[in-house]
T-cell receptor
Framework: GQQLNQSPQSMFIQEGEDVSMNCTSSSIFNTWLWYKQDPGEGPVLLIALYKAGELTSNGRLTAQFGITRKDSFLNISASIPSDVGIYFC????????????FGDGTTLTVKP | GAVVSQHPSRVICKSGTSVKIECRSLDFQATTMFWYRQFPKQSLMLMATSNEGSKATYEQGVEKDKFLINHASLTLSTLTVTSAHPEDSSFYICSASQMADTQYFGPGTRLTVL
């Protein structure tokens, strides 16, 4: 089946620093999604990307749908303590019954 | 918009009992709902996909008689863990999809089987 490689696995940064994480796939996707999960909570959708090359921002977050349709990145600018959590990428292909393939997550720790 | 609720948020039960978890899309009609299981420090593991009015499609290795899924309406899906055992203890999360490929997640249910 399709597999996603999400990196890095974890990041430890100082407050105010920028963050970048990415996902790559061996297969193409039609949709890339980025989620954030806080402990004991369900994932929350941050950004949805539906078109190759698309670059979308949501506040301090920016994500891009790679032109090859096999990768995506998420950037967080000027990190703050509440950015702490696990970030998941997810890719889906519209003939797969709406199912998404999830990365293993990037755990972000922000030191004040 | 796109709010999904789950109930209960936490449940503790005795081994051998059954537990029902509800998943509701509050402000949209979900054509598809998904059920996931998540172990500590791991990613989401898809258990099954359900569409309103039809039988759920289970992922390989997931026992359909153990994890009963009912998708009664476009806003409600239920997961029943039958004859629960301690190894079924986990964090169960549902998601709902209206637009193809975009899933909105519920807050999760922490199940502890004693």
């Amino acid at each position: 089946g399709q597999q996603l490689n999400q990196s890095p696995q974890s990041m430890f940064i100082q407050e105010g620093e920028d963050v970048s994480m990415n996902c790559t796939s061996s297969s193409i996707f039609n949709t890339w999604l980025w989620y954030k999960q806080d402990p004991g909570e369900g994932p929350v959708l941050l950004i949805a990307l539906y078109k190759a090359g698309e670059l979308t921002s949501n506040g301090r977050l920016t994500a891009q749908f790679g032109i090859t349709r096999k990768d995506s990145f998420l950037n967080i600018s000027a990190s703050i303590p509440s950015d702490v959590g696990i970030y998941f990428c997810a890719g889906s292909y519209n003939t797969n019954a709406g199912k998404s393939t999830f990365g293993d997550g990037t755990t972000l720790t922000v030191k004040p | 918009g796109a709010v999904v609720s789950q109930h209960p948020s936490r449940v503790i039960c005795k081994s051998g009992t059954s537990v029902k978890i509800e998943c509701r899309s509050l402000d949209f009609q979900a054509t598809t709902m998904f059920w996931y299981r998540q172990f500590p420090k791991q990613s989401l593991m898809l258990m099954a996909t359900s569409n309103e009015g039809s039988k759920a499609t289970y992922e390989q290795g997931v026992e359909k008689d153990k994890f009963l899924i009912n998708h009664a309406s476009l806003t409600l899906s239920t997961l029943t863990v039958t004859s629960a055992h301690p190894e079924d203890s986990s964090f169960y999360i549902c998601s709902a999809s209206q637009m193809a490929d975009t899933q909105y997640f519920g807050p999760g249910t922490r199940l502890t089987v004693l």
